[in-house]
């Protein structure tokens, strides 16, 4: 059985590791031409129950162990006095919550468990028709062809394999502006103190600036506004494109907060942030299928690349188990899925809206209060 996944992000190469831990050889193709010819962004929290769970099913529980930073889990909410609304502080050294790792160590991590060879650098899917016979024929950006049994969708939010079973539209849900602190502890110790070992939301309303520590010793600064915003909060990517403009949106918030603004490296980097309509499924086609953001893309609120390497770790289990049969196994993976990803994706939505609603702060400290046990 030749197994095709389109996409080398963390759900594809979580994928290809399991089914090679039970003896298949899928290839991955890749558009990207190396593994750092990308930045791979900030740094991800892995929950135990889903992205934790999938590397322990790839055989990497100890290299996560070693790698990641569980101080990373603190995380403090503020007003744009400056004022501390929540202080999140996980107990030291624990290993029992969600700990952080910078994205491009974990793609490393998968990366470096994989023979070469298993992931074809340099293949962008352009196209894919079914074969007469059964399977696909995948076309690649310059001409290459590749054909498959089973073709696997991991190609991000941008999915070209997504439209063989759905046309769910993508819909803007956020404008976001990127900013990168490098060498902070030198040369910015003040904004390195505020942000701390892990994340720093500041909160007003319809817009939040956050920072986040990156096991590099860099921050990362984000500036997150509504899709729709009003035109105090202008949120079309020209608009905030500059630093400039970005201080406007943030005028009258305490200089010690928009400092984060003022120390980025260079401009801020501008993108819209699309999701999904919840509740995405489709109607079972044989030989192909899709996980993580080619799937069911949501709001960026913590569970994306965990939920891509559930999808992966399921995934791959249910054909180990099934090998004679992919179909089933296809079946059996999305109908799970489905059911799983659902309450995920309206607990994303409804985040979202509260971050970026005029209520913002309130909600968030209602959100993160104790509950009972
Ligand atoms: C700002 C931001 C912050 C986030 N923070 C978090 C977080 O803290 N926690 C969390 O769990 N999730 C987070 N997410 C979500 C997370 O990034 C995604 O859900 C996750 O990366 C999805 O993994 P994936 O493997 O499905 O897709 P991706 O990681 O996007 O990988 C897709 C891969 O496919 C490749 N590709 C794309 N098109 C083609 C093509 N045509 N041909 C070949 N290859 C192709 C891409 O180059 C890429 O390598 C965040 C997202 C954003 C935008």
């Known amino acids: 059985m030749r197994i095709a996944i389109a996409g080398g992000g963390l759900g594809g190469l979580t994928l290809a590791l399991i089914l090679r831990k039970h003896g298949m050889d899928p290839v991955a193709y890749e558009r990207e031409?190396?593994?750092?010819?990308?930045?791979?962004?900030g740094s991800l929290d892995l929950h135990p129950e889903s992205g934790q769970r999938a590397l322990a099913e790839a055989g990497l529980a100890d290299r996560f162990r070693s790698t990641a930073r569980?101080?990373?889990?603190?995380?403090?909410?503020?007003?744009?006095?400056?004022?501390?609304?929540?202080?999140?502080?996980?107990?030291?050294?624990?290993?029992?919550?969600?700990?952080?790792?910078d994205r491009r160590l974990?793609?490393?991590?998968?990366?470096?468990?994989?023979?070469?060879?298993?992931?074809?650098?340099?293949?962008?899917?352009?196209?894919?028709?079914?074969?007469?016979?059964?399977?696909?024929?995948?076309?690649?950006?310059?001409?290459?062809?590749?054909?498959?049994?089973?073709?696997?969708?991991?190609?991000g939010a941008r999915s070209v394999v997504r439209s063989l079973l759905t046309d769910a539209p993508l819909f803007p849900v956020a404008t976001l502006a990127e900013l990168t602190i490098s060498d902070a502890d030198r040369r910015h110790p003040e904004l390195a103190e505020l942000v701390g070992p892990g994340n720093l939301w500041c909160v007003g309303a319809g817009?939040?600036?956050?920072?986040?520590?990156?096991?590099?010793?860099?921050?990362?600064?984000g500036v997150t506004l509504p899709a729709d915003a009003p035109a105090d909060a202008p949120a079309d990517g020209r608009r905030v494109d500059t630093k400039r403009a970005l201080l406007d949106v943030f005028d009258g918030w305490n200089p010690g907060l928009t400092a984060l603004i003022e120390a980025g490296d260079g401009p801020p980097t501008p993108r819209t942030i699309e999701a999904m309509p919840t509740g995405t499924r489709w109607t079972h086609r044989p030989g192909v299928t899709l996980?993580?953001?080619?799937?069911?893309?949501?709001?960026?609120?913590?569970e994306g690349a965990n939920q891509a390497m559930l999808d992966a770790a399921e995934l791959g289990e249910e054909i180990a188990r099934n090998p004679?049969?992919?179909?089933?196994?296809?079946?059996a993976y999305e109908e799970a899925m489905f059911a799983r990803i659902l309450p995920i994706a309206e607990m994303s939505a409804r985040v979202q809206s509260m971050m970026l609603s005029p209520t913002a702060a309130d909600d968030l400290v209602r959100f993160f209060a104790p509950r009972p046990a």
Request: proline letters at 10%; aromatic letters at 4%.
């Open 70 to 101: 569980p101080e990373g889990e603190e995380h403090r909410v503020l007003d744009p006095a400056g004022r501390t609304l929540v202080h999140h502080r996980p107990p030291p050294g624990s290993f029992d919550g969600r700990p952080e790792i």
């Open 207 to 221: 817009r939040i600036l956050a920072a986040q520590r990156l096991g590099d010793g860099s921050i990362r600064v």
């Open 291 to 302: 996980l993580g953001d080619a799937a069911h893309l949501m709001p960026p609120v913590g």
């Open 106 to 155: 974990l793609r490393d991590l998968l990366l470096d468990s994989l023979p070469d060879g298993t992931v074809a650098w340099g293949h962008r899917l352009v196209a894919v028709t079914p074969r007469p016979a059964g399977g696909f024929r995948l076309a690649f950006d310059g001409g290459g062809h590749a054909d498959c049994d089973v073709l696997v969708g991991a190609d």
């Open 324 to 331: 004679d049969d992919p179909d089933a196994a296809i079946r």
């Open 33 to 41: 031409a190396d593994r750092s010819a990308r930045s791979q962004g």
